[in-house]
């Protein structure tokens, strides 16, 4: 077989990342997901789709430590430039994609050091999926609402 050309490879987890994401949120996406094909010449993120996140995938063979600093570098970087949160999914050959995410997305605890790879969490594509969804579904709730009702209302349905 053939050495594979990188250009082709990203692109192709690209579309394979959105169509699982996609089929994961469901109903709560609004736009459809799809390649950020300026992300080139722009030096933008790669999927264009998911509002307020920006979203750098990568498709690698294997992936090492120091990979992972360079990439999430690159989506600080590209969030920034568009005033989104970023978010670094990857996945290496016969593996799951693994998304990146500042830990204070989780937390809603912000500092300096937020945005280093030391502060990120890593999770499943179908956690970031529901992650996704709460937080739009959160911002989707009267005012009056606060975190603890939200809490309620997950975990009593009421």
Request: hydrophobic share 40%; charged share 30%.
């Amino acid at each position: 077989m053939g050495k594979i050309n990188s250009r082709a490879k990203g692109a192709a987890g690209e579309r394979e990342f959105c169509k699982e994401l996609a089929e994961h949120l469901g109903d709560a996406l609004v736009e459809p997901l799809k390649r950020n094909l300026e992300q080139t010449r722009n030096g933008g993120h790669d999927i264009l789709g998911l509002d307020g996140w920006a979203l750098e995938i990568k498709r690698y063979k294997r992936i090492k430590e120091g990979d992972l600093v360079e990439f999430w570098n690159q989506a600080v970087v590209q969030a920034a430039r568009v005033k989104a949160r970023p978010v670094l999914a990857y996945r290496e050959d016969f593996r799951s994609w693994r998304v990146r995410i500042a830990m204070a997305e989780l937390t809603g605890i912000w500092h300096a050091e937020s945005l280093s790879l030391d502060w990120t969490i890593e999770v499943g594509l179908e956690a970031f999926a529901y992650i996704v969804r709460e937080q739009h579904n959160a911002t989707q709730l009267h005012e009056s609402e606060t975190p603890i009702t939200l809490a309620l209302h997950i975990v009593t349905g009421k």
